[in-house]
């Protein structure tokens, strides 16, 4: 409760309001502010060619935009919100200053960025290791752990972002999914043989990488 109001007080100060697909901030450009998700969900992407990869989704409790505050340099990833989203936003001195008197908030802050190049490293690890074809197959596999699809377009969409790879390279690892029933397709709508899929996703995660230049 006293958490609460004090969030409250915060908010009447710092408090913004983004609405659902609003940009937050574009990569490339200069960073004056750092964000906190008090409630929704925030998208982080990175352009790569003429492709735009998803980073990360971040929810309630997560920060953004740190980075171009702590180096000065421009933000190196842009930040949409997938949902209407609510956030304090700190400028750098206000940023400064809560990092150096108090110790847990910079302790949580050190302990973020350090999750995130863990992931980061992990996603190099995988870059390295799979080929295309692995990799959206595994992303495949992992959407559907996350959450249930019956639209062919949305798992599309998901899959792209999140391999880094166009709609079309990954409409025709799905029409080899169809074709040998691990995933059926009736107008757009997608049905999933769940064992199978985890099946070939266990083989892969297990199997040896293809050392293949993409
Ligand atoms: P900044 O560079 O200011 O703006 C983009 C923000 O995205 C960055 O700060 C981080 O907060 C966040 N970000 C950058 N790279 C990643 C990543 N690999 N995973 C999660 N968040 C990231």
Redesign the pocket.
């Known amino acids: 409760m006293q958490e609460m109001k004090y969030t409250e007080e915060i908010f009447k100060k710092y408090g913004r309001i983004y609405d659902e697909g609003k940009v937050i901030?574009r990569?490339g450009e200069p960073?004056n502010e750092?964000f906190i998700i008090i409630e929704g969900k925030v998208k982080?992407t990175?352009n790569a060619g003429n492709l735009e990869k998803t980073?990360?989704i971040?929810g309630n409790g997560d920060?953004?935009?740190?980075?171009?505050?702590v180096d000065d340099?421009?933000?190196?990833?842009?930040?949409i919100a997938l949902t209407t989203c609510k956030l304090i936003a700190l400028d750098k001195n206000t940023f400064k200053s809560v990092i150096l008197n108090n110790p847990s908030f910079a302790y949580k802050v050190i302990l973020k960025m350090s999750e995130?190049?863990r992931?980061?490293d992990k996603?190099i690890e995988e870059l390295l290791k799979y080929d295309k074809r692995t990799r959206i197959i595994k992303s495949i596999a992992e959407a559907f752990e996350q959450k249930e699809y019956s639209k062919l377009s949305d798992l599309v969409k998901d899959v792209s972002d999140l391999v880094g790879v166009s709609e079309s390279e990954v409409l025709s690892v799905i029409r080899e999914l169809v074709n040998s029933s691990v995933i059926g397709l009736k107008a757009g709508k997608i049905t999933i043989n769940k064992e199978e899929l985890k099946r070939i996703y266990k083989f892969l995660s297990f199997s040896k990488p293809h050392y293949e230049a993409d």
């Open positions: 901030f990569e960073g750092m982080i990175k980073l990360m971040l920060f953004f935009g740190e980075m171009a505050l340099k421009p933000r190196s990833a842009s930040a995130r190049l992931e980061a996603q």
